[in-house]
């Protein structure tokens, strides 16, 4: 499944980019406190914040990289924060910084008042994402929010937000839900249409060469890599039972065609297209 310089670092939920002496680990969808929203329907869930620090020291240790990116989501409570995030947000970025150094986020749906949690040097990063890479250029965003002309331009696109899982039906009529990675095609003409639309700029039948002449910035036929989410209790949507109206912009705007969109298990495994993967729903 690997793209040029971009591995996923089986079986883990999270990938390497390698370009020169830069090496950037990225993870999205943390959700740090998310147990505790399970509190008020009598669901008791141990905190997870040390088992998933635990789980991203080992890949620090293990792959060294210079860099650590959060695709947003880092915490759960939305709009406000909760008391166990002002203790656990804060010492989670201050162990993720001791390990790194350079560490960043984009800014996700649940992340409103993020920056009172993290120390001063983590990079908080707008909810439009940013692009890194130089021969190949990679746009890194959360995928609640239209992102930036600059990203939509790269070569890859790399999001999360989605928490992407499939649903598989045996003969027993039981069910068993296994997180994936998603890797699919944006097709540039759509692609520059809708982001056009949102901006409502009319493109009149042209319109790649109008967003190069309002933005300043090429589309083209890009990647797009739906990393699953960090942590693996939070759940997801079905990529086999798409519900479109979860989907965020890029996904939901149709420059994407998920039907061909390939899916992976989190140990590789290739096991088809989203098109053949609804015949085990029923």
């Not at 947003?72 to 008391?83: F, H, N, Q, T, Y």
């Not at 800014?107 to 120390?119: K, R, V």
């Not at 250029?137 to 989605?162: C, N, R, T, Y």
């Not at 965020?248 to 098109?275: C, F, N, R």
Request: net charge negative.
């Amino acid at each position: 499944m690997s793209i040029s310089n971009v591995k996923p670092l089986i079986p883990f939920p999270a990938l390497l980019i390698e370009e020169d002496a830069e090496s950037i680990l990225v993870v999205g969808d943390l959700h740090i406190g998310w147990e505790l929203s399970l509190t008020d329907r009598g669901i008791f869930i141990p905190s997870q914040v040390s088992r998933i620090q635990a789980r991203l020291l080992q890949l620090i240790e293990e792959y060294k990289p210079t860099r650590l990116i959060f695709l947003g989501d880092v915490k759960e409570a939305i709009p406000m924060i909760s008391l166990e995030e002002w203790k656990d947000v804060p010492e989670f970025f201050e162990a993720m910084q001791k390990a790194v150094g350079d560490v960043s986020v984009t800014l996700g749906n649940h992340d409103g008042d993020l920056e009172p949690l993290t120390p001063p040097n983590i990079k908080i990063l707008p909810s439009s994402g940013i692009v890194v890479g130089k021969n190949t250029k990679i746009g890194l965003f959360h995928g609640h929010a239209w992102p930036s002309p600059e990203v939509i331009s790269s070569d890859l696109l790399i999001m999360g937000h989605v928490h992407p899982v499939i649903w598989f039906r045996d003969k027993m009529d039981l069910w068993t839900v296994r997180q994936v990675w998603v890797k699919a095609k944006c097709e540039g003409d759509k692609l520059a249409k809708a982001y056009l639309k949102y901006r409502k700029i009319k493109p009149e039948g042209r319109a790649k060469e109008v967003l190069k002449e309002k933005f300043q910035v090429e589309v083209s036929d890009a990647g797009l890599i739906i990393i699953p989410a960090f942590n693996d209790l939070v759940g997801g949507l079905s990529i086999n039972r798409l519900e479109k109206g979860l989907m965020g912009p890029i996904l939901g705007s149709g420059v994407v065609d998920m039907e061909a969109a390939e899916v992976y298990l989190l140990d590789g495994t290739y096991i088809g297209v989203v098109k053949q993967l609804r015949n085990y729903t029923t």
